[in-house]
């Protein structure tokens, strides 16, 4: 640990992460936002609705950090344990907070809802904390200190963490502690194992200056790099930037892209900058490829649409695939897949088309095509291309497999 | 805490888990299948790539826990902290373990590669363990005891870990802890807010016996209620059974589902019961109902596929809707997601579809239509309606609350 920063520790309150019923996303969230500032994250932990969990938990971090983020345990049905207990711990005494009143009062009439009294009862805030109000929901956010360590509790809906977050802590916490930056550098390689990876650039990674460290990320059957510069030597910024250019050049056969973006993204860039246009038709994946491309913001710009061919008869119906094709090779093959690209195109008038058709499982394989058969199908103006994919995965993973690794034989195909 | 109950920490180790580039999936998902064995997951922390923090975790959760499970930090490129520290830790030496040596040279077989000395190093292992061979990737995992604690190690991979766990951790855990049971019963309200519901269900809620909690979960704008029982007690998997039938008489009228399912499981099961089918128009959420639909397995019984018309030609040469209708509507509109509704319907042949049309941001609204319009629409035969929505979160919240609403204004729909 790197004693110049400023290190935090996150504390998620609720019996749902401890049964698996809801995955932590705000860590992560709330790790970037940090990181960010320059404050590293040393520990997480996640303790259930237990008044006993969550004090030791305030007890063992304040040991660890001298910033601890709690979120959870607040709310209309969830107060009665952790605001009062934070009362106790930091030795206070519950008041109305008017700023809060107001907020709730406000919410509601929005709503057009009566007001109940355990609405009014979220008000209520200990005496010795700073309030730190909530624009998107009735719990407000409390800012306690003890002992030169900042804690701040937020509810845990993750839109009205992330308002507090913004509005208010990330700025309060640099105001305060005035962090030494932590600077990351990103890239995605695909077609090359980690342990190759690794012999490739140990040379490279042997020779990293103490204060910059590398990490590998496997990602969906590809590989990340990841570079992290830490401490506030001015110079350190310029150091990692020369030792990110030498590991780029050292991969560069296999880069995808050098910077922290998914391939949608990645893909969606280049079709913006030559002003050219993309349509789908997907049969295995069965929409998630026009998910993953339209969950980036303006990607109406290149992105026309298509179809989700589930059934054959949809295959026929909406690309003009031809019954002869379907009889003869099956929907999963190179042929079905190119008709079905083709298709699409043609129909939207699109520059390019990507095309999927496989078994996800667990049912539906059989011993020439067993299950993560996927075959992709790309087309363009005078020309096309198939590529085949054997996943071994559950369901879930290997759509999303087949979804990324698409995309990357679309980019490919397009850069070609 | 209930003592009766065999408590388990979780420890995940990554630097990608502490900045934030990674969502620790792992952990829910582990924390289920305990669960369901009974084991109950009291803490879950996650650490970095640091020899002291890992450490001090091994420390800490052994106060807490009988059984310790980690992920993380083993792999080609990950092996230098982890290993030897866990040898050290439990006072062992490193040796190779022909098992998982076999199983290295047989992958690498497999996949028809050169072997090297780094992949050759995964198959070393300390002495003081039970090795857990890994049929899915070359890390083994590790099974160590120390003063009544278990402590299992695994690598982060997650189809990795979870071989591991279903064909090894879990029933040697069953076979070491005979673990009481603990059962939960879950129920989906759409409609109510979470204050609403308890005042509704408070007088419920104080007359639960003392072995049964009921926690409330907002998830998308709707509520999810649990009730969880636990002990070894032979009468508690009945008396939850009455408890949870009075809860769910309680909330009929808002009743989504009483299982522990989410949307697209449900309309699943009633078109799949009906032997009805469906197709999707998608412009707004761009592919993410039929992805969410088609996540269910056998799904292909149900659903045909549909269009993902994101650009208003497509809307058009996909569905049929008329040119006038667009000029004098807009795209999101309750008349151009009816006929986009109705159109597809007509093309496909199913018996119900369902349309989306909205602005999902962060551009595009106007003083008319904001950021988070989204307009949805249903057909079936000689039947048609839509619905409203106004969201107020981000592009990605936004896209998931229209789908969550969607699928459940389509359910309302069907069962009419």
Redesign the interface.
């Given at each position: 640990?790197d004693t110049r920063n400023t290190v935090a520790s996150i504390i998620t309150i609720g019996?749902?992460?401890?049964?698996?019923?809801?995955?932590?996303?705000n860590?992560?969230?709330?790790?970037?936002?940090l990181?960010a500032i320059g404050v590293?994250?040393?520990?997480?932990?996640?303790?259930?609705?237990?008044r006993?969990?969550i004090w030791q938990?305030l007890d063992?971090e304040s040991k660890h950090a001298r910033v601890i983020l709690i979120t959870g345990g607040l709310?209309?049905?969830?107060d009665d344990i952790t605001k009062p207990l934070l009362c106790q711990y930091f030795g206070g005494r519950m008041v109305v907070d008017e700023g809060a009143l107001a907020n709730v009062r406000h919410i509601f009439q929005m709503l057009n809802?009566p007001l109940?009294e355990?609405?009014l009862k979220q008000a209520e805030v200990p005496d010795v904390c700073t309030v730190i109000q909530n624009r998107?929901g009735t719990a407000p956010g409390m800012w306690f200190e003890k002992e030169g360590v900042v804690f701040v509790s937020m509810p845990g809906?993750?839109?009205e963490m992330k308002g507090m977050m913004k509005g208010y802590v990330i700025p309060a916490l640099q105001d305060r502690f005035r962090p030494a930056p932590?600077l990351?550098r990103?890239l995605l390689t695909a077609g090359i194992?980690?342990?190759?990876l690794?012999?490739r650039i140990k040379e490279f990674e042997s020779t990293l200056p103490r204060n910059i460290?590398l990490?590998?990320?496997?990602s969906y059957g590809m590989v990340?790099l990841?570079l992290?510069g830490r401490g506030d030597d001015p110079r350190m910024e310029a150091e990692l930037q020369a030792e990110f250019d030498m590991l780029r050049q050292l991969v560069e056969d296999v880069l995808v892209t050098d910077e922290?973006k998914g391939i949608p993204q990645v893909v969606g860039e280049i079709l913006s900058s030559r002003g050219q246009t993309l349509?789908?038709i997907?049969?295995c994946?069965?929409?998630?490829?026009?998910?993953l491309?339209?969950?980036v913001?303006?990607?109406?710009r290149y992105?026309?649409?298509?179809?989700?061919?589930?059934?054959n008869?949809?295959k026929m119906?909406?690309a003009g695939v031809r019954p002869d094709t379907l009889s003869a090779h099956g929907a999963v093959s190179r042929e079905t897949v190119l008709e079905m690209a083709n298709g699409i195109r043609d129909?939207?008038?699109s520059d390019f088309a990507i095309a999927t058709s496989g078994i996800m499982?667990?049912?539906g394989g059989t011993p020439d095509k067993p299950v993560g058969t996927v075959w992709v199908g790309l087309a363009a103006a005078g020309r096309e291309a198939a590529s085949h994919f054997q996943f071994?995965?559950?369901?879930?993973?290997n759509?999303e497999l087949a979804a990324t690794h698409g995309l990357n034989a679309l980019r490919k195909f397009i850069l070609v």
């Open positions: 640990m019996d749902e992460l401890l049964i698996g019923q809801t995955v932590d996303t860590s992560a969230w709330m790790a970037q936002e990181n590293w994250v040393h520990r997480r932990v996640s303790v259930g609705d237990d006993d969990a938990a063992e709310g209309p049905t969830a809802r109940i355990r609405n998107r809906v993750p839109h932590i990351h990103t194992g980690e342990s190759f690794a012999e460290k990490a590998y990320l496997p990340k990841r992290t922290d349509s789908t997907e049969s994946t069965g929409g998630y490829i026009g998910h491309i339209t969950s913001p303006g990607s109406s992105y026309l649409g298509g179809a989700v061919a589930y059934s008869t949809l119906a909406l129909r939207t008038g499982g667990p049912d071994r995965f559950d369901r879930q993973r759509t």
